[in-house]
């Protein structure tokens, strides 16, 4: 990782850098951030020669080598003063709340239309909904790029921010160009290297942020990381990390319930974690304490399955689904213990 003097380099400062790595079989990615811009070494940074010729350069602070197998996430980072942005809020400085229907129906338009309503209502920051649907049984549902036309009404109309799956990448061209402003990378695909590479290239430059979930294998805290590296090594550092459960192994909960893992992300990586308590356990009734559970470990916020009429959705909705009055409550009381735990 390159430290300039400077905020950014100017176009022939960074000339100069680059001709000094490729010397060296090395690679400069440029990680553009608010207000300055973070120079990472792409390659093997270990060579003296090339770490001492960039650090004798006059507007280059240091060379900081970080020995780690995701060293832009690494909590070490220079990355880990950057913050992501969603919904008006700056993810870390209070509880972030994204909530709306597991699948857009695009046959009953209104329905999602009305969610989104009452999930502003209730205080959320973002929507939620998807259009394409990872099903585990092919003859089910699989999702109808018409519904991201409804998906971006419901945005239009509320002002909120979405959030919906992609798995392919046509999926991904269609939501970068409805401009769809978090794309969301599901628990099946969260070991997708080639999906995760396409989406940190379509989101360089651009004003767009990741929700990353965590497979459902029971994959390491490092894996998780490191999945999330292969993104923002292309560009754009706003990759938010959401645990929602893995293999079920109490018979009754749908998976797992992992917000335990929050602590042991904050310890290594400065990236938000945002935890869907709604997959982890799979049930309406366990949602409140699972939310409760997730902001006590230290969440950054919630991503939420919530639907004015459970029963009529599709998708998990009908067994997960909270309703905007239980949406509301778990928002008041999640705020009322970050308040407690975390004083502010
Ligand atoms: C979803 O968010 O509706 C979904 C399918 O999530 P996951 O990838 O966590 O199963
Ligand atoms: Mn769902």
């Not at 080598?65 to 690494?74: T, V």
Request: include cysteine; charge should be neutral.
């Amino acid at each position: 990782m390159i430290i300039p003097n400077v905020n950014v380099l100017s176009d022939g400062q960074l000339k100069e850098v680059t001709d000094i790595l490729t010397a060296y079989g090395c690679k400069v990615m440029v990680i553009t951030g608010a207000e300055r811009c973070v120079y990472a070494i792409v390659g093997d940074e270990r060579n003296d020669d090339m770490v001492t010729k960039i650090e004798g350069l006059p507007y280059i602070n240091r060379v900081d080598r970080i020995q780690s197998p995701h060293k832009l996430m690494d909590i070490r980072s220079s990355l880990a003063t950057h913050r992501v942005k969603m919904g008006g809020i700056v993810l870390g400085t209070e509880p972030f709340f994204c909530a709306g229907p597991c699948t857009i129906d695009p046959k009953n338009p209104n329905l999602t239309i009305e969610t989104a309503h009452a999930v502003k209502e209730a205080g959320a920051h973002a929507l939620r909904g998807g259009v394409w649907k990872p099903r585990t049984n092919p003859y089910s549902y699989q999702g109808d790029a018409k519904a991201l036309l409804v998906l971006m009404e419901a945005s239009r109309q509320t002002g909120l921010p979405v959030d919906t799956e992609v798995m392919d990448e046509e999926h991904l061209r269609l939501a970068i160009e409805a401009g769809v402003h978090c794309i969301q990378v599901g628990a099946r695909n969260a070991l997708n290297y080639s999906l995760l590479r396409q989406i940190g290239e379509a989101i360089a430059g651009r004003d767009v942020c990741v929700l990353l979930k965590r497979g459902m294998h029971l994959g390491s805290v490092q894996e998780f990381i490191s999945a999330a590296e292969y993104i923002v090594q292309l560009g754009n550092p706003n990759v938010i990390l959401c645990p929602r459960g893995t293999q079920p192994t109490l018979d009754g909960y749908r998976n797992h319930p992992d917000e335990s893992i929050v602590p042991l992300l904050k310890e290594r990586t400065w990236a938000p974690v945002v935890v869907d308590p709604s997959h982890s356990v799979g049930k309406a009734a366990y949602v409140p304490a699972a939310s409760l559970a997730a902001i006590a470990y230290g969440a950054d916020g919630l991503c939420i399955e919530c639907n004015v009429h459970p029963g009529k959705g599709i998708g998990d909705d009908p067994k997960q689904a909270v309703t905007p009055e239980v949406l509301r409550r778990i928002i008041s009381q999640t705020r009322e213990l970050w308040r407690i735990t975390r004083g502010a």
